[in-house]
């Protein structure tokens, strides 16, 4: 038996690999020690043979709420991801695997490496609508690039995207990456429409250092970017630093900040009523803009989700809340589940990055219903 953490994004601790029935592992927390929760290794053993693999620290993880029900994610090829059989039971969460190759990665939810991350970069660029920016560095010296589609136009609409704020929110990204295909599909009728009335700003990973290093919410320094807005500094946060100042220069008329929950079976967006400039124009915008989404994806939903901010209480230092203060803009956060969509459930799979892609191709709809209203 063999067992390595030691990849982009990977996380786990070796604790006894004396028994196979009870391999003891712990989940390394991120820097600063405030968070844990994703893992990601490679487990080697015998063909044929059946393991236990049992996480001891689960119980006084970031949110021990989410292993309820939760599956653990595997594959053979790093391609195709499914659920392994999973429990939890007095702080430790046991995952059962009987091995039909040699090795199998298992993952809180499905990676979205690093070097995805760039091959999505070099792949959008050579569209002709399409140009990337260097905003600046991180902390650990990895690129914060961001994704420019359209000709700048004032006339037109600006809609910025950010996803994995938490890297271990590897959701995110995959949205991100249905979303961007559907986009700069040349035959596709809503993306022509979209981009002949609105110019797109995209950061598929506001967080590289985290994602990286294995972090569930965290960057390099150990801070939540998304308690960051503002007040971003470059010692800090300049992955937050470096967006708000570009946002200052182009402005923003829609933003959609992409994250995962740990603890919520269900697809669903946060909004801003919160803030002191709430009103019935905005109101009315995400009105339109739920009710489109829900249309367009069955997989969203309106019933579960987070409790709406008293009138004028809204955390400020969030990314959807600073931005619709600022800007004056629709603004939503929205929130897929690490374990399965309780709304159409899948035993095999639970939620997944093909669902995600599905829903990111979707938004893109509900971007079109709302951009007119815009402002």
Known sequence: MRISANFDGGNIQVLSLEHKDNIQLAIRQDEGGEFYQWFNFRFEGEVGSSYTLNIVNAGSSSYPKGWQNYQAVASYDRQHWFRLPTQYQDGTLSIAVELDADA???????????????????????????SLEHLGLTLDGHDMTLIKIGDDSDE????????????????????????????????DPVAKQLLDKANFYVVPNMN??????????TNA????????????????????????????QTGVDLFYDIHGDEGLPYVFLAGCEGIPGWNSKLQSLQSSFEKALQLVSPDFQTEFGYGKDEPG??????????????????????????????????????????????????SLTAM????????
């Open 104 to 130: 199998i990665q298992i993952a809180y939810f499905a990676p979205y490496s690093y070097e995805r991350h760039l091959d999505l970069l070099s792949a959008v660029q050579v569209h002709p609508k399409v």
């Open 208 to 217: 590289p250092d985290g994602s990286v290093r294995g972090h569930l919410r």
């Open 368 to 375: 079109l219903a709302v951009v007119d209203q815009l402002r």
């Open 156 to 187: 037109k609409r600006t809609i910025w995207i950010t996803a994995r704020q938490h890297p271990g929110e590897t959701m995110a990204e995959w949205l991100v990456e249905g979303l961007l295909y559907k986009l700069l599909d040349p035959d």
């Open 221 to 248: 320094k150990g801070v939540n970017l998304n308690r960051e807005w503002q007040t971003p500094s470059l010692e800090n946060s300049p992955e937050v630093y470096y967006v708000v100042n570009k946002m200052q």
């Open 313 to 362: 209480k809204a955390n400020l230092t969030i990314g959807s809340n600073w931005v619709a203060q600022t800007f004056n803009c629709l603004s939503n956060t929205l929130e897929m589940p690490f374990k399965d969509n309780d709304n159409l459930a899948d035993p095999m799979v639970g939620w997944s990055p093909e669902r995600c892609i599905h829903l990111g191709e979707a």
